[in-house]
């Protein structure tokens, strides 16, 4: 009488890191692997997906996991107080809170008269040690604008911001002889919350 014995198959395949299993060899599945690479024909072996493919396929769904409604209730404001002079500039942040993902689609700025505005968005580069102006002129006083993100001419898609980014106002006094009366420059996101997921 012959007896069957179990054959214990390793979860990993034996050796050095990096190491390939051989041609041919399939890894055991079962119900607590999940298989991270794909079968390349010419070659023969298993070859493992870049880290880049499972990124990207986690931004492509953080993005559909809406968790709230970015608008006018998160509007930032800076003021430029009376008699301030010409090229006085004011600066406030908007901080994305640690743990949030935001998806920006529009931004909408409101100046006053007598001070012009822009906007800094730390996730772009530097210029300067100084966080990046979103327009490269300043929205001229006495404006209103919005900025639709995805379109040509922007940026073509959504602003993606994690917690700890800033948004920054910036006012500027343009008036040659200085502001007449406190002066606000306005920014009111549009977007939406989602879920981070990397």
Do not use: C
């Amino acid at each position: 009488m012959k007896f069957m014995t179990k054959e214990n198959i390793p979860q990993q395949y034996p050796g050095y890191p990096g190491a390939r299993p051989p041609k041919g060899w399939v890894p055991p599945l079962g119900q607590s692997l999940a298989l991270l690479g794909v079968y390349d024909n010419e070659s023969g072996n298993w070859m493992g997906l870049p880290l880049q493919v499972f990124r990207e396929a986690l931004l492509s769904a953080e993005a559909i996991h809406t968790e709230d409604r970015i608008d006018e209730r998160h509007k930032t404001e800076v003021t430029v107080p009376d008699a301030s002079a010409q090229d006085t500039v004011k600066t406030v942040e908007l901080e994305v809170p640690a743990g949030e993902v935001w998806f920006l689609n529009r931004l909408n700025l409101v100046t006053e008269a007598e001070v012009s505005g822009n906007i800094r968005v730390s996730k772009f580069p530097k210029s300067d040690t100084i966080d990046k102006k979103y327009m490269g002129t300043d929205q001229a006083a006495g404006a209103s604008a919005n900025y639709d993100l995805a379109e040509a001419g922007q940026l073509g898609a959504d602003l993606r911001l994690v917690g700890g980014d800033k948004l920054t106002v910036v006012a500027t006094v343009t008036a040659a002889g200085g502001t007449t009366a406190a002066r606000k420059v306005t920014l009111n996101p549009f977007g939406r919350k989602a879920r981070r997921l990397i």
